[in-house]
């Protein structure tokens, strides 16, 4: 048997259910005889033999899912600290190659019973591929003809006062099987050991790593027990248990999954189980979080209910992934011109993140032209070409980051400075202004309604790159004192999760953005520009065009379209 015995200490299981046995034709037969009921013979021809294979749980094989809706069964909570949390159950499957194999070794009893009394038994321990009877029984059982109900278990089953019972959900096997015992021949009764219990085990998906030691237990709520002993009655068929309160502990611990990045998986120690006894539904039972932080969120006493869409019932052999995802909560701007949390709006396509609500700016969750990059403008080193144009120093860097022109200097020609060649609305001219032109027309790339569509686009100032900054890294305000060349610390683990848990691209560390802004700096012809780096941001400047530039001058860079939608 593959017995995986897990770290969380279990002190109880769920309700109890046993499965009828079936025949396989690729297994071992006990072929020793005895009549353990007082009349014993050597005749094992005319015995009574046995076959035995065994089921495993459910092999670790997650059911696929693609985005919060395909879960297999799922519930939205909303823990109350600024997470979002979907729990899904993900029932794991078991092939046919996996279904049965050949009996392990292990002692194993047999008990025939008719009417629900006891004709014979026998015991004996199948090793080697070979059965071999305990002391004082044999290995077959001669039995009268008639109709008989056999019980087959291994040592984590006991028999006692007329019942079996077991308190071992994660070892314990039996099976159970009625036949019709004929005269003067020998007979095969087979038998497919299960399971008694289910198995579950916890499984965190993230879009930031944890804090500190996260610590979680999965409890009873309160003013609910689960089975602790379960007993079956070979007489009424019926099963009775003993109750108790539940408890697994473990502390989580990371590790990369392919096909999930840029996301984190998480299991509890080792990637090990909870077993428990296979009748009930988890519904009763709560992940409960003592300890961690997550997305710059306390996560202690957060409790999260194992209740789904719809009920769950653990069966014997069953094996089940209970997966939390955790989403950083912020308000996202949808397909349809809508804002809202992710959970709230899953019907919804998220196409950005809600920067400053009072002025309903938002900023794109993908680099406009599929992370092409740009020149700023296609103009040689001459003119200004924007009345928005501030000199490299802290008085004007400070007026520029209170100054939100984005919109103005991409759609209105009153913003555009220069001759006749010059002076266009930037944000359709796609020869001159590159840039301007691929956050203008960003919702060409996107699936929007008719009415939203409308929306255009464009090139942030770097004001507006200054709310969705401090937005997006939870700054209520930035400090802007002498803000040229100054380092804004931030945690950028938190802005990465804000685009990353809606499949957006996350801002590129080690990249520069373009804002719509200019650069007075005599000899140069450059814009201003975001650089943004995993322990900070920075503003600065790059030249605008490959004409402008001086040699070994960037002058190609990133952009980044903002919106507002009201």
Known sequence: MNK???????????????????????????????????????DSDKGVVFNFTTEDFGVDKEVATRGVQSAVKSKVVDLGNGIEAVVEAEKEQVTKAQATRAISNSNYTIYAFQSGVLKASIKGKFSGGKFTAASGSQGYMLLDAGNYDFVAHNDDVSYSG????????ETAMMATQTETIGTGRKQTVSFAMKHFGARFKVKFQTWAPFSGTTNFSVVSKAGTTKPSK??????????????????ASSTVNG???SGI?????????????????????????????TSGRLYEKNLANVSIPLSFSSSITFGAGDSYIFKVKLY???????HDGTTGTLLANITKTPVGIVVDEDNGLAIALQNAGNNKEYEWSDLPKGPVRTKYIYTPNHNDLGKALNTYSGYSQTWELSSSMGGPREKVIKG???TIYPA?????????????????ARRKWFMPSIGEWKLALSSLSNQTSLDLRNPLNKQFTWNYSIVRAAFAQVGGEPLHTHSWYWTSDEQRNPGNSNAWTVSVNIPEFHFGGASKSKQAALRGSAYETKVRAFVTYK
């Not at 007329?162 to 959900?169: A, D």
């Not at 379960?230 to 408890?247: E, I, L």
């Not at 950083?328 to 949808?334: A, C, G, I, Q």
């Open 230 to 247: 379960v007993y079956y009655d070979p007489t009424t068929k019926a099963y009775t248990h003993d109750n108790a309160s539940y408890s």
């Open 428 to 430: 359709d001219a796609q």
């Open 436 to 452: 301007f032109y691929a956050a203008g027309h960003y919702s060409s790339e996107l699936q929007l309604t008719p009415a939203f």
């Open 261 to 289: 990045q840029p996301g984190y998986t998480w299991y509890g120690s080792a990637n090990t189980y909870a077993y428990t006894y296979p009748g009930a539904t988890p519904s009763d039972l709560n992940i409960k979080i």
């Open 328 to 334: 950083y909560k912020k308000t996202y701007l949808f």
């Open 4 to 42: 995986k015995r897990m770290t969380f200490r279990t002190l109880c299981a769920l309700a109890f259910g046993l499965l009828c046995s079936c025949s396989s034709n690729n297994s071992d037969v006990l072929d020793n005889g005895s009549n353990s009921n007082g009349s014993a013979s050597g």
């Open 255 to 257: 590790q990369s999954e």
């Open 162 to 169: 007329g019942k079996f019972v077991s308190s071992k959900p």
